[in-house]
């Protein structure tokens, strides 16, 4: 054991010396799946603890813009059958505010809101930095510095657990000192059937080796619920395609005879846009703001003052804030990321602060959109469904904010979890053990 552990930092070293750590290795177990192996990299933190592996498996998956009402509207049969073989949430989930896909993929797994976390957009900008956060950019995407929180799996990792995620925004940065061990650049083009192929290789690893939490993202229906709306035929088959897909990945589960919990889950619904671009610029004049989507930033204290007087009785479809007095239970007011004043749709109207500049097609706004406050805007709830050891059988939930399922998963994975924006009391009904916490 002790010479395993001496070789194993030798080669560590090795590869630094030889700028190869962080690079694609090839990894045991991969060759089971079927079809070219995908370009992991391994981020090497040891095995399992002997106290790990013998612990159950947590495997969360997301179905970007997957509305809550969508699997029980269209007969969803594999998501439908997953919810009574366990748990789910008939009304939906509620996510964080602003409901969007960056923001809510990080709260589902850190227990923070985005008020907390940091990624308060997809796209922001940081006053205090100076500088602007863009997701679709790999280099923000893959720096650390931006995000705040334990994610999931930097908390498995930092207690002696294997991890691995397909695709989950902030996977690919170090934050709170981890890396998954295993892990993908994002690149949208690999299939969704390799991805399924991918998880259930990890999950035949040697024991010493294989995740005890993996995270999967799809990012359908999320496409053709924006260009056709979530009403249209293509949103449906596009929706019954994941649901088909999470067929199958259950099915590889079962068949692993390992004892996985499945959780599947949404960032946020869909919304159909109702009439062309509110544009900020229009109504108020933004000169020494910085902009970003509809998020305003006043250089000064007069500037934010001036702006918000000269908004805030334009139309009846936004409501302008300023920062510190937006609604309690958004949780958007702490955080300088998110500019002031700030402007909230009262329904699925398409704002943003600055007229494209002259010479740049002007697009109208897409067919389906989200990022609403979920309390004004219904269609913004996403899905959650579960089953597994850990889990009852038959239960359904009330609506419940995307934030506690974070002690719900460390519960299920025997970690102990920091203090967050989360409570487990919220679906420790749900578990088998009622949530208790074994005496040590
Ligand atoms: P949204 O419109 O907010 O739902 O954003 C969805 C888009 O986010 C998807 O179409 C993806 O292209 C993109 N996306 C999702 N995950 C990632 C990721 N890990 N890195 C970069 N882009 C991502
Ligand atoms: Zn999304
Ligand atoms: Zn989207």
Not at 1 to 19: H, I, P
Not at 86 to 107: D, K
Not at 410 to 426: C, E, F, Q, V
Request: hydrophobic share 40%; charged share 20%; with cysteine.
């Amino acid at each position: 054991m002790r010479f395993r552990a001496m070789w194993r930092m030798g080669l560590g070293a090795l590869l630094l010396a030889l700028g190869l750590a962080g690079v694609p290795q090839p990894l045991a177990g991969q060759g089971r799946a079927a079809g070219p192996a995908l370009p992991v990299i391994h981020a090497d933190h040891g095995p399992n603890s002997a106290s790990a592996q013998d612990r159950h498996y947590v495997v969360l998956v997301s179905l970007d813009g997957f509305r809550w009402d969508y699997a029980a509207r269209d007969g969803a049969t594999h998501l439908l059958a997953l919810g009574k073989q366990g748990v789910w949430a008939p009304e939906g989930m509620i996510p964080s505010y602003p409901s969007l896909t960056f923001p809510n993929h990080f709260s589902i797994v850190t227990g923070l809101y985005p008020d907390h976390h940091g990624v308060v957009a997809n796209n922001f900008y940081d006053p205090v930095r100076r500088a602007r956060f863009t997701s679709s950019d790999p280099r923000d995407a893959e720096d650390g510095s931006w995000y705040s929180g334990v994610p999931l799996w930097s908390l498995a990792e930092s207690q002696g657990m294997r991890t691995a995620c397909l695709f989950w925004p902030g996977s690919e940065a170090t934050i709170a000192g981890f890396r998954p061990s295993y892990y993908l650049r994002y690149n949208d083009r690999i299939s969704d059937a390799a991805r399924v192929r991918q998880v259930i290789a990890w999950l035949h690893l040697p024991p010493a080796k294989r995740p005890h939490f993996i995270a999967l993202y799809f990012s359908e229906p999320d496409h053709e619920g924006h260009q056709f709306g979530p009403d249209a035929p293509e949103t449906r088959a596009a929706m019954l395609k994941m649901d088909a897909l999470v067929g199958k990945l259950k099915a590889g589960l079962d068949a692993t005879g390992l004892p996985i919990d499945l959780v599947v889950v949404s960032d946020h619904g869909m919304a159909k846009v109702e009439g062309g671009w509110i544009t900020l610029d229009k109504i108020a004049n933004l000169k020494g703001f910085e902009t970003s989507g509809p998020l305003l930033y006043g250089e000064t204290e007069q500037d934010r003052q001036r702006v918000y007087d000269e908004i805030k009785k334009a139309t009846s479809e936004f409501v302008v804030y300023r920062h510190k007095n937006m609604p309690a239970e958004l949780n958007y007011r702490t955080n300088p990321r998110e500019g002031d004043p700030i402007v909230v749709a009262t329904g699925p109207y398409a704002i943003r602060a600055r007229t494209p500049p002259a010479g740049r097609p002007d697009e109208p706004p897409t067919t389906g959109m989200h990022g609403y406050d979920p309390y004004l805007v219904p269609a913004m709830k996403a899905s959650f469904f579960a089953a597994g050891p850990d889990i009852l059988e038959g239960k359904t939930v009330a609506p419940f904010e995307n934030v506690n399922l974070y002690p719900w998963i460390a519960h299920m994975l025997r970690l102990t979890p920091p203090k967050t924006d989360g409570s487990l009391n919220i679906l420790s009904g749900t578990l088998r053990d009622n949530g208790e916490v074994p005496e040590k």
